[in-house]
Each structure stands twice: as C-alpha cells, then as structure tokens.
C-alpha cells in the first residue's frame, strides 16, 4: 500500500480512537478543569472554559480544617495491609491450585469465583454484626478483614491462569538442578509470574483504595478513609464540587503511581519461546 | 567423579495411575557408564521409567536401586540425576550462563567455580558465543544444547534423556544424534535415553530395552535385537522397513505360506504348527525362473520404491503385504508375479499367538 493511499485511513483511525479516548477521558479532565474553578464558577451555566485558575481548594483539602491527608492516611494504612495481606495468601493459593491435584479441585476453583458473585450490599449487615461481635467495628483490623474477603478470591482466581501458564516441566527441572521444592517456586516459578502478580497488585489495590460502601459503614471516626472523607464534601446543604473535585485528584495520585511502577514489571511475552511446542499439558 | 558410580537397577516397578497400571513390573540392571536406550511406542511406559528413575514418578509397588543404594523414596534433587526434557524446560527468564548454572548455584557453589563449570559445559557443546542470551532468542537446536549443558555441568552419576532430538529438523538430528555418542563417551556418564525412534536406539545404544505395553519384551544390544528380536512384535519394530510378518504353517524344515507356496527354514518344526513367519527386507531376494519352485515364495509386484542407492518393492504374497530391499537394477514390472527366495537361516519363527521366538 503507498503512503498516500494509507494516510486517511491513518486519520480516521486516529480519530476514532481520540473520540474513543475522550469519551473515557472527560470525567477526568472535567473534574481536573473544576478543582481549579472557584465555587462561582463551578456552578455556572452554562458551564465557562476560560476562568481564573485557584488553588484553594487544593489547599483547603491538603491543609485547611476539612482536610482530607489523614484519611489519605487511612486508606494507605488499609490498602497497602489489604494488598500485602492478599498477596501473601493468594500466591500459595493460586500456585496449589494450579498445581496440586487434591479431590475437590474443580469446585474449590468454582467457589473461589463464586464469592464474587454475591451483590456486596447484601453482605454490609452480616459484615457489620460481624464486626460489632468481636470489636473491630471502626478499626483497621475490621476493615483490612472485610476487603480480604473479596479481594482475596479475585486474586487467586486472576493468578490461577499465570501460574497454570508455567510449564510443569520447568518445575520438575528445577527439582532435579536441586533446587527443592520452595527454591523451584522461588526461583523458577515466581520469576515468570512477575506480570502476573504485578496485575493482580495493581487491581487490589485499586479495588480497595477506591472501596467506599464497606468503608463508610464499617469504618467509623477513627478509621476513615479517602473516600468517605470526600462524600462528607456532599451535603444536605449543599455539594461543595471543587473541593470534592481537588480531593478526588489528590486521591487519584498513589493510584497513578502504582500503575505506572507496576506497568514495568507487566512484560507480556517473557515466556514465549522458553519451551517447545508451548507448555500446557 | 567416580567412574565405577552410575549402575542402576530397577526391581520389580509397578506404577499405576488410578485404575490403569502403565507399569506392570519392570525389571532392569544398567550397568555403570552404559548408554542404555529404552525403546517403544508411544504409551508403552518408556517415559514412566524415566520419570521414575528421576524420581519425578513415585513408584506403587518395587524398588529403584542406584550403586546398591535403594533411592526408592528418594526426592530428585537428592539422586545426583540429571535429565534433559523433551521440551528442555530452560528457564526463560534467565540467561544461558544463568540456566547453565543453576544446578550448581542451588547448591551453593561459589560463583568462581560455577562461572569455570558453566564455560567448560557450553565449551563442550558449543554454546560458549550464547551466554548472554536468552532462551527465547536461540533456536531449537542452540536450546537442546542448553539443555545438555545444563545437564552435564554439574558432573552427575546418571544422564536421563527424554527424548531430546524429537523437537529437531532431520539433518540436525542426525548431526546431534553423533554428538551426543561422543559426547557420552568423553564423559563415561551413565545414560538413558527415550526413544520411539528405532533407528535412533540403534544408533546410540550400547543396549536398548524395548517396552511393549508397560512390560519390557526384550533388553539386547542392537545387532542382537536386529539379529534375534524376541517377540513377533519387537520384530515389527525394528529396521528400516520394519520386519514382514506373515502367517504360515511351520511343518519339517519348511514353512508354508497359504496361496503363495512353500521355502525351507533351517529349524525343523517338532511337530507342525501356525506361526509368524518374520523375514527382513534386506533378506528377500527375487529368484531368476529356473530356481526349484519348492524353494521360493510367489509374490506380485504392487509398487517399487526408488530410493537411488537402493529400492524397495512393495509385494504380495499370498494376500499378505511384503516389502523387499533391493540393490540390483533390474527390471521390473508393476503387476508382474515373481518368486521370492531367502536363506534358511534368515527366517524368523514366531508363536502365532503369543508371539514368542520359536526359531
């Protein structure tokens, strides 16, 4: 094909994708363009482009009487214990079942994406009187409990796929080069599952650092995180938008920054090529 | 390494999976420094005995003997085996150094003496220009050598070889195929070998054990195995063609073959019976006219196969395919009948319905 017969298909393809783009996109940049916009602004219609840029609101979240920094505090505290925690299990988890044949396989794997189907609604009171039996109503054991419960199958059940990828044999090599059991995890298995855990971090993250229904029943005044902290910015009187909309970017920012840090591990391909003729069996 | 180390011996091995035994007792003695090939169709157990000499395999009942030493329950990392995998199972994510010496590292080598190891193994095989890549970046044949490599690094008593060649072109087969003879010899390392490819156990063994349906049928060298193969079907197995197997009756010191005539064997038949009448290709000759008529079989001409130095000619004989190998440039013709003669001696005798040798 000539270069000039491929330019317009060129340009509609880019077009479509920046009009795909932008759909997704303006929320974000609508809430960017308000967190700068004086509350008169905010609130005009129909709504002004050009207007005075402030960094007030950013201040009043950061550091003015309503800030928000110890709940950002809060929701580190209990998404970095959730994810850690998540981890921690949900590895071994995904790698017995990937591996082990033990009776009841098939239906351990179906009730592990089973737990995901339940509407979380219908959990908060059991959750809640739960809680209220043992103490941990408004704490961070409390809360880091309760997201275990959802986050925990999903990552077992998006890591079961990475783990089954890697070859059987590549274990049973490293079981003959004497690496033992835990060295053939540790140094063979773990190494090629990097992209997927980084994946799975990124998502448990995420789901947990923007979780809101849990937090704001189950949390209380001691333990409030981001999220809750900004749905205070709604009120009866009325919806204070910019400062609402300075919180959500202020909010956004550990989130951006996970993924980029994790998007270098995600390098699909590393195992393309490793073995012959693929390596399910 | 100690060059009397390496016999190993397998004593009485059943492995079943669930209800199926795909070892029905295995009996084996390997003798320390053999290249010792274990041969058969695919699902006949060869693998299985691999794994379980590995230890990758647990076995139901037997035992697996290594310098007298019962290593039955013994872990793989514990048995000083090292195994080439059909597929080579490198690790991706390391570096051809990195894969070629892990063996060593995981058990604490220093990294001075695992850098040596590691350049005089991929000096051996020819892969020291690789080091630095990864396993994605070479070809099949550079990965095989890795795999070898990694294998021969660390000085083992014992070399498993799951069929290592079967994921090579056919040139680079045959070139491998003679390294690996040498290379076994240099290093005197007890090796065993899986193969369905009988022309590769040949080649390589020093003895080869051919599994049929989870048994062992017959353990020989490969011109006893080619000579005087136990059963009519490690006959079928063996050479390139395989063995003509026909029924005939076995009656004096001929055998009759229906609707082709009769040939004289050189055993005389205790009394008579059916039997597999097994003849070599190569052990076929085609008998001008005047040859005694009670000497020779008649066949028709189906097919002849030029292969150039040779040919084969697809017969048959008495309803029965026959292939024979000729050199002889002669003449012949598609549906012309021709008789077909052998020497006494060449014609195998086998129990018609168990199989057995007879002769």
């Known amino acids: 094909m000539t270069a000039r017969r491929r330019l317009p298909r060129e340009l509609a393809l880019y077009a479509l994708a920046g009009l795909m783009l932008s759909v997704w996109a303006f929320p974000v940049l609508w809430a960017l363009l308000t967190s700068f916009k004086s509350e008169r602004d905010v609130l005009a219609y129909p709504p002004v482009w050009w207007f005075t840029p402030t960094l007030a609101h950013y201040r009043e979240v950061l550091t003015g009487p309503s800030s928000i920094v110890p709940n950002l505090l809060s929701s580190l505290i209990v998404t970095v214990a ?5 981890l921690l299990f949900a590895v071994p988890a995904a790698y017995a079942l990937a591996r082990l044949r033990y009776p009841g396989r098939r239906a351990s794997g179906f009730y592990v994406l089973a737990t995901q189907m339940l509407p979380p609604v219908g959990l908060i009171i059991p959750y809640y009187l739960a809680l209220q039996r043992i103490g941990a109503l408004d704490s961070y054991f409390g809360l880091v409990l309760i997201y275990l419960t959802f986050s925990l199958p999903f990552a077992i059940w998006l890591l079961v796929t990475y783990f089954e990828d890697v070859p059987l044999e590549m274990e049973e090599a490293a079981l003959l080069d004497r690496a033992g059991r835990w060295g053939a995890l540790w140094h063979v298995v773990l190494p090629q599952v990097r992209g997927g855990i980084a994946v799975t971090t990124v998502f448990v993250f995420l789901n947990a650092w923007n979780e809101f229904l849990f937090a704001v029943v189950l949390g209380g005044n001691r333990v409030r995180p981001v999220t809750v902290a ?4 709604i009120s009866v009187e009325q919806t204070q938008w ?11 920012a550990p989130v951006i920054l996970i993924g980029l840090l994790a998007q270098r591990h995600i390098v699909k391909g590393l195992t393309v090529g490793a073995v012959k003729g693929g390596g399910r069996r | 390494m100690n060059a009397a180390s390496g016999a190993v011996s397998l004593r009485g091995v059943v492995k079943r999976h669930g209800a199926t035994t795909v070892l029905h007792g295995v009996d084996l003695d390997i003798a320390a420094g053999e290249f010792f090939v274990l041969l058969g169709p695919s699902g006949s157990g060869k693998t299985t005995t691999l794994r379980v000499l590995a230890g990758l395999e647990s076995v139901s009942a037997g035992q697996v003997l290594m310098d007298g030493v019962d290593v039955t329950q013994a872990e793989p990392g514990e048995r000083d085996v090292a195994m080439v995998f059909q597929s080579y199972a490198l690790y991706p994510h390391m570096t051809v150094a990195q894969n070629v010496g892990f063996p060593l590292r995981m058990v604490g080598t220093p990294a001075a003496r695992v850098e040596a190891a590691v350049a005089d193994a991929a000096r051996k095989v020819g892969i020291d220009h690789l080091l630095a890549r990864r ?3 070479l070809s099949g044949g550079q990965q095989q050598r890795v795999a070898l490599a990694r294998a021969i690094v660390r000085q083992p008593r014992l070399f498993l070889l799951d069929e290592p060649l079967s994921n090579l072109d056919a040139k680079l087969r045959l070139d491998t195929r003679l390294e690996l003879k040498k290379l076994q010899r240099a290093l005197g390392v007890t090796t065993v070998y899986v193969t369905h490819d009988q022309e590769e156990a040949m080649t ?10 989870g048994r062992i049928v017959q353990v020989a060298a490969p011109r006893a195995l080619f000579g005087r193969p136990a059963t009519a079907s490690v006959a079928g197995f063996i050479g390139t063609p395989p063995m003509n197997l026909l029924p005939a009756v076995w009656r004096g010191a001929t055998v009759v073959v229906d609707g082709a005539g009769s040939a004289a064997v050189a055993a005389a038949a205790p009394a008579e019976r059916p039997v597999t009448l097994g003849l070599r290709p190569g052990d076929l000759r085609l008998l001008a006219d005047e040859a005694s008529a009670d000497r020779a079989l008649t066949a028709r001409v189906e097919l002849v196969e030029e292969l150039g130095d040779s040919r084969i000619v697809d017969l048959t004989v008495g309803g029965h395919s026959v292939k024979l190998r000729s050199d002889t440039a002669g003449e ?10 052998f020497e006494p001696a060449a014609a195998h005798l086998f129990d018609r319905e168990r199989g057995g040798r007879l002769n």
């Not at chain 1, 900004?230 to 910015?233: D, E, G, K, L, T």
């Not at chain 2, 390589?204 to 349906?213: E, G, S």
């Not at chain 2, 012949?332 to 003669?341: D, I, P, S």
């Open chain 2, 332 to 341: 012949l013709h598609e549906g012309a009948t021709v008789r077909l003669g």
């Open chain 1, 242 to 252: 910019a400062k609402l909309a300075a919180g959500a970017m202020v909010a956004m």
């Open chain 2, 135 to 137: 396993p994605g970046q």
């Open chain 1, 82 to 86: 959730t994810t850690a925690l998540t």
């Open chain 1, 230 to 233: 900004m749905f205070n910015f």
């Open chain 2, 204 to 213: 390589l063994a020093d003895r080869v054990a051919v599994f049929m349906d």
